[in-house]
């Protein structure tokens, strides 16, 4: 399905957005009710947890989903969102249809129904989710390890570096200091996949605030 936009503008705040997003969630037919048990939006993106249940009390057969124990079945669903020229659009795609956008949190995912294809798309979907969810929220000063050495654009490489910053205004930039340069580069969560920390600055900052912390 391509992108609908609604030229009324009648969506225009992160509130419009939810109900919008719940009411397109929500739908009945003559032998099926589909309602929406979480939503959620990071970034641009809406994630949401779609329970199906059928009206006459019999358990939702599916292809892709295990059946719940209350005979109903959950699945994810994903909206791609942007504003042009002040109106809202959207671009929805169930999990199975193999969304690249693979944000949604854990407390969302754990919704879900089980699948019964582990090869399915819906199943890498899950994983790729979970792999961003377990990206280490690094704070200032942890030196840190990244999985594989990242390219930089003068084609130079970098792979040991500290969590830091920059101003820019009023604002603080996070940023990263190169260990065999002292370089500052930004970097994506993205390229945080599978990095793993060498020292925290918590524990390093003395041994009494290190025990402190620890309790």
Known sequence: MGWLFYTDRRVQT????????????????????????????????????????????????????????????????????????????????????????SRAPLNLLALLSELKDPDSYAHAWRRRCRDWAAIPDYQEG???????????????????VTVTHYRRGRSRRRCYRIEET????????????????????KGAASPVLAEFLAG
């Not at 005979?71 to 669903?77: E, V």
């Not at 002292?182 to 600055?201: D, E, F, I, Q, W």
């Open 182 to 201: 002292g370089g500052l580069v930004r970097l994506s969560k993205a390229s945080l996949t599978g990095s793993v920390l060498l020292s925290s600055a």
């Open 14 to 101: 992160y509130a419009d957005e939810k109900a919008e997003i719940t009411r397109l969630c929500t739908f009945e037919t003559d032998i099926r009710k589909t309602e929406p048990l979480k939503a959620c939006k990071v970034g641009s993106t809406w994630y949401t947890a779609a329970r199906v249940t059928n009206l006459h009390g019999s358990s939702v057969e599916d292809a892709t989903y295990v059946t719940d124990a209350d005979g109903s079945i959950t699945f994810g669903a994903v909206f791609l969102t942007r504003y042009d020229d002040g109106c809202w659009g959207y671009k929805d795609m169930e999990e199975s249809a193999g969304p690249v956008e």
């Open 142 to 160: 942890d030196r840190i390890k990244l999985a594989a050495p990242v390219t930089l654009s003068d084609g130079s490489t970098c792979q040991i």
